[in-house]
């Protein structure tokens, strides 16, 4: 840590700024450039984001909870019906992130820490979301479903399939979070170390980028995929409880318990939450917010370096090292770009 206190302070701006553009729009442009693994990447891409800025700031938990609750002011501001689920994801892993480098101040395993829990509550959270919406009919349709499957192929049809897909789904992440973190750990170094890289070979190729070629956010797309899922999801379950013979009265209680979660979660909960930052605002209004109009002003500059960073990772890496190869370079433009 040899950087002084101002150059750590931009730097912190600048990651703070690319955390909020993942959060508020990333998925979408990734997708919009075919990148894999999206939604994988930016659950990660904020682990990575939040243990940089714990290096940088030397462990400051004061420092990742206030880039925390920037993020989430910026993303009410720029995308305001995101979801609750998306604003939890940034909480929790923001605090924890705060909780763990505040404590135990050792960067790998702090990081190791955040990226496995982190990545497991995202996992968690999706399958506790279905089930408030649907109720555990939703895992016992499941059930019934693989176990007409292996009874025509005359196998067991004992097992709790749905217990095995949730298991299955978790470890997924907190494997994907151990890769996170194995990433991280040498980052910080790496980044210092190839600087002069940076200025030599990458800043040129981003000064000639054209600009005009930048992909369009795919977020209304992905939305709409998201409501197809979840009516399609309803329709199954619909079918199912009919197949079980159940009362239309029954049924119309489960569609209403259905409606009345869907209201609470994607209407009522984000009224609390901007009130909730609203009243953070008010505690400094003229530093907060114009710490978040900086931020805002400079995402599209953060926008253009993801174009640019692709296309020098497709020429330098491979296979899956393609993902980390992106990632690594959009941080060096990130962190060595001056902005205006």
């Known amino acids: ?32 450039l075919h990148i894999p693994l999206t ?47 998306a604003y939890l994801a940034v909480a929790f892993q923001g605090f924890c992130g705060a909780l763990l480098f505040g404590t135990i101040r050792n960067y790998k395993i702090a990081t190791f820490l955040l990226a496995i829990l ?18 555990t009919s939703i895992w016992n349709a ?16 004992d097992w709790p399939f749905s217990s095995y897909l949730i298991i299955i789904y978790v470890l997924l992440h907190i494997i994907w ?13 790496r980044l210092a170390s190839e600087k002069e890289i940076y200025f030599s070979e990458y800043l040129p190729v981003l000064e000639s980028y054209n600009k005009e ?26 079918c199912y409880h009919i197949q079980k013979n159940e009362s239309i009265w029954n049924i119309a209680l489960l569609l209403l318990r259905s409606l009345a979660v869907l209201f609470i979660i994607f209407k009522a909960i984000p009224i609390l939450v901007r009130y909730l930052l609203q009243k953070w605002l008010a505690g400094k209004p003229g530093e907060r917010k114009q710490k ?12 253009s370096y993801i174009a640019p960073a692709y296309q020098i990772a497709r020429m330098k890496y491979k296979g899956l090292k393609l993902l ?5 370079t959009l941080l060096l433009f990130a962190l060595y770009t001056e902005s205006e």
């Open 39 to 85: 939604g994988f990447l930016v659950g990660g891409f904020a682990v990575v984001l939040i243990s940089l800025i714990a290096y940088y700031s030397h462990y400051s938990a004061r420092q990742i909870i206030q880039s925390t609750l920037l993020v989430l002011l910026v993303k009410m501001l720029v995308s305001p019906h995101s979801p609750p689920p």
């Open 118 to 135: 982190g990545l497991a509550e995202s996992a968690l959270q999706k399958v506790l979301l279905l089930t408030l919406v649907f109720g």
């Open 324 to 328: 980390g190869g992106f990632v690594y």
């Open 142 to 157: 499941l059930n019934e479903f693989f176990k007409h499957i292996v009874h025509s192929f005359h196998l067991p049809n």
């Open 177 to 189: 979070g151990i890769i996170i973190a194995l990433f991280c750990l040498r980052l910080p170094d």
């Open 213 to 238: 070629e930048q992909a369009k956010s795919g977020t209304k797309k992905r939305k709409w995929l998201q409501f197809l899922f979840l009516l399609v999801l309803s329709a199954i379950l619909l």
């Open 1 to 32: 840590m040899n950087n002084n206190t101002t150059n750590n302070n931009g730097i912190l701006f600048r990651l703070t700024a690319l955390w909020a553009l993942n959060e508020s729009g990333l998925g979408g442009l990734l997708f919009a």
């Open 292 to 303: 978040a109009e900086a931020i805002i002003k400079h995402i599209p500059l953060q926008k």
